[in-house]
Each structure stands twice: as structure tokens, then as C-alpha cells.
């Protein structure tokens, strides 16, 4: 166990509609990464949030958007849902996350997202 | 563009074997690196970091070698077992980022 709570494991969705996935991260850790992974893609950068700040932001579309709230948990917002959207969402956690330290990243067990 | 990339056809090795698995990468200059092991259906799970001033690492039966000059890291398993069957991932600093290759397929038969 990692130590880094994702839910749901799974949701089932149509397109056109809005999801919220939901992490916690490690007790302790002040970094949230999110990642997209999908067969043709592999694991795929999204953002990362520093103790509520935004800190990194990748291939993440506008129709995407994440927070990171006072309390250290994260939510992944997808909007405007389309097939293609349709992969597995992992959440992880890190003590820092700056860009020079070496951390290590501890990765929830993902949420499933099928959109239909 | 920055890529990493990995050997996308599995590797299928005997138990007792070693593997080694390799890690390309262009337009980086990674302060570090780092390799993963993924399961089906699980989340990613650290193994090793290596540092760019350090051309080797090992845990156990595990070792790591990174050439900054060849833009390669090397991850060898020894005396694999079936339970290494899993898909290895190396990843990049860029920036605050961490970025993976999309990982090789290890298939350890008995």
C-alpha cells in the first residue's frame, strides 16, 4: 500500500459530461501529481500541485482542470467528456517536489475512466 | 521535442537469466533518473534513482547505469525470477516534471 487514496476505482460516464476524481495524497506529502495513462500513450504528465499552488503543468487539455485544497487532498476535473478521454487516472504524492530534489513518487492505484 | 524511449517489444527471458532493459532519451538534461515497476491494473511503484553524476547503482539484484553522454540508462535484473514479470518504466526530471517512457513488458518464464 502506497499510502495514496484515489476514488472512485472506476467510473462509467457518457460523453459530453463532467467527472471529479478524487486523491489523497501521503500522509505528510505536500505534492500532488496527476498522470493519464492510455495504451497508445503510456503514462502521460498532467499537472502537479505544491502545498495548494499549481507548479507544473503538462499535456493537460483545457477541458481538464485540478485543485489542491488546504487540507493537501486533489480533485481532477474532466469536462466536456470524449471518447478518447477514456483511460486510467493515477494520482501521486511526493514529500516536495521541487525541481531539485530527487524524490521518489508514490502513485495511488488509479481511477478507471470509461467514457461510452 | 523531449522523448524517452523504451523498447516497446516485450523482453522474454528464462528464470536465472538477466535482463537488461534500456532507456533512450533526447532533448533532457536530467539532474536524475528513475525506474519503475508496474503491474496490470496497479499504480507505478519506485525502484531505484540514479543521479547524473553517478554512472551505477544497486539494490539487491538490481542495477541501474546512467551515461549522460550516450543519453542511456541501462536497468539490469539478475537471476530473474517469474514474480520480475512486470512492465519498467524510467523516468526524467524535467523541471518540476516527471516524465516516463512508456515502458518495457518483462516476461520471466520458468
Known amino acids: 500500500d502506497s499510502g495514496v487514496t484515489q476514488t472512485p476505482k472506476h467510473l462509467i460516464t457518457a460523453t459530453g459530461q463532467r467527472v471529479t476524481l478524487r486523491c489523497s495524497p501521503r500522509s505528510g506529502d505536500l505534492s500532488v501529481y496527476w498522470y493519464q495513462q492510455s495504451l497508445d500513450q503510456g503514462l502521460q504528465f498532467l499537472i502537479q500541485y505544491y502545498n495548494g499552488e499549481e507548479r507544473a503543468k503538462g499535456n493537460i487539455l483545457e477541458r481538464f482542470s485540478a485543485q489542491q485544497f488546504p487540507d493537501l487532498h486533489s480533485e481532477l476535473n474532466l469536462s466536456s467528456l470524449e471518447l478518447g478521454d477514456s483511460a486510467l487516472y493515477f494520482c501521486?504524492?511526493?514529500?516536495?517536489?521541487?525541481?531539485?530534489?530527487?524524490?521518489?513518487?508514490?502513485f495511488g492505484s488509479g481511477t478507471q475512466l470509461s467514457v461510452l | 521535442s523531449q522523448k524517452i524511449e523504451q523498447n516497446s517489444e516485450a523482453l522474454n527471458i528464462q528464470e536465472g537469466k538477466t535482463a537488461t532493459l534500456t532507456c533512450n532519451y533526447t532533448n533532457y538534461s536530467p539532474a536524475y533518473l528513475q525506474w519503475y515497476r508496474q503491474d496490470p491494473g496497479r499504480g507505478p511503484v519506485f525502484l531505484l534513482l540514479i543521479r547524473e553524476n553517478e554512472k551505477e547503482k544497486r539494490k539487491e539484484r538490481l542495477k541501474v547505469t546512467f551515461d549522460t553522454t550516450l543519453k542511456q540508462s541501462l536497468f539490469h535484473i539478475t537471476a530473474s525470477q517469474p514474480a520480475d514479470s512486470a512492465t519498467y518504466l524510467c523516468a526524467l526530471n524535467s523541471g518540476y516534471a516527471l516524465n516516463f517512457g512508456k515502458g518495457t513488458s518483462l516476461l520471466v518464464t520458468p
Open positions: 501521486a504524492s511526493s514529500a516536495h517536489g521541487g525541481s531539485s530534489t530527487n524524490e521518489k513518487l508514490f
